[in-house]
């Protein structure tokens, strides 16, 4: 089992920025991904953002290329989600999720195995 206990969340105006944290405990191994994904109200969760056990893989939805940075510290078992240029289009619950393997693609909401609680964002505009 992979516990992740996410932090970051909270309410920006429009333009500004702000970081989530997930941090991972229990069964973590380097094939891991670590993924970010949102939902909005009456919307489907959808693909944010994901990396690599090395942090040299990372891949991004389009809505958010340029704005967003998901990085990892593998010494403190700990993924984050940069978030600058913050929009309205932005506010939604951020779940963070790993997956031991993702053969059918990193984007997928089906290949992650585990997830956190999921912090609020909420950009005014």
């Known amino acids: 089992q992979v516990q992740l206990v996410e932090s970051g969340g909270g309410l920006v105006q429009a333009g500004g920025s702000l970081r989530l944290s997930c941090a991972a405990s229990?069964?973590?191994?380097?094939?891991?991904?670590m993924g970010w994904f949102r939902q909005a109200p009456g919307k489907e969760r959808e693909f944010v953002a994901a990396t690599s056990w090395s942090g040299i893989s990372t891949y991004y939805a389009d809505s958010v290329k340029g704005r967003f940075t998901i990085s990892r510290v593998n010494a403190k078992n700990t993924v984050y989600l940069q978030m600058n240029h913050l929009k309205a289009a932005d506010t939604a619950v951020y779940y963070c999720a790993a997956a031991h393997s993702t053969s059918g693609g990193p984007n997928r909401r089906d290949e992650y195995d585990y997830w956190g609680q999921g912090p609020q964002v909420t950009v005014s505009s």
């Open positions: 229990g069964r973590t191994g380097s094939s891991d991904v």
